[in-house]
């Protein structure tokens, strides 16, 4: 007979108590992660980015909603943090969310968004009858970052690179894309 398993996502919120603040049964409280056992991991490298971000800074933070929509990571916080350290837990937010839609959420392989009875992003040993999302040729795991200086908004473009758990700028007339 097995054993009691400790669930990860409950070791996850006591191993970062100063992010998560549990108050009485962890599984009730505001961060408990709805998301499957492939992800653990992407949260683990968020949780100790924001960790120390929010240790430099000397504000305060909780995760207020960690759950899976369309397939992908969705991470909410709440918290009063500098201009600085706020950019740093959004940056850490977004590589987490980037590295959700490409690691499958079973096994924590590299995966893809597919499409079937629902969404999930999957490995191909996953997959359960889910079919591939296409994506534009050369746009895969491409995202837009919207920029606002000298009183004007632009755009750039990067590229998450999986194996580094990076973004990489991407020229955007290497995706086809004509600046103005
Ligand atoms: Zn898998």
Request: proline share 4%; hydrophobic share 35%.
């Amino acid at each position: 007979m097995a054993g009691f398993i400790q669930d990860w996502r409950i070791e996850l919120i006591s191993t970062y108590p100063e992010l998560f603040h549990p108050v009485g049964d962890p599984r009730r409280g505001e961060g408990m992660p709805y998301v499957d056992d492939g992800w653990r991991d992407l949260l683990d490298r968020m949780c100790v980015r924001i960790l120390t971000a929010v240790r430099a800074d000397g504000g305060t933070f909780k995760f207020t909603q960690i759950k899976e929509k369309y397939g992908t990571l969705r991470v909410y916080w709440d918290g009063a943090l500098s201009p600085d350290a706020d950019a740093r837990v959004e940056e850490a937010i977004t590589l987490a969310e980037a590295r959700s839609a490409c690691t499958c959420d079973v096994c924590g392989e590299e995966g893809r968004l597919r499409d079937g009875a629902w969404l999930a992003t999957r490995c191909v040993a996953h997959a359960e009858g889910l079919t591939p999302v296409e994506r534009r040729l050369g746009f895969e795991n491409v995202y837009l970052v919207r920029h606002f200086a000298d009183g004007r908004h632009f755009v750039t473009y990067r590229r998450y690179d999986r194996q580094n758990d990076v973004f990489i700028d991407v020229d955007p007339a290497t995706l086809g894309i004509e600046e103005d």
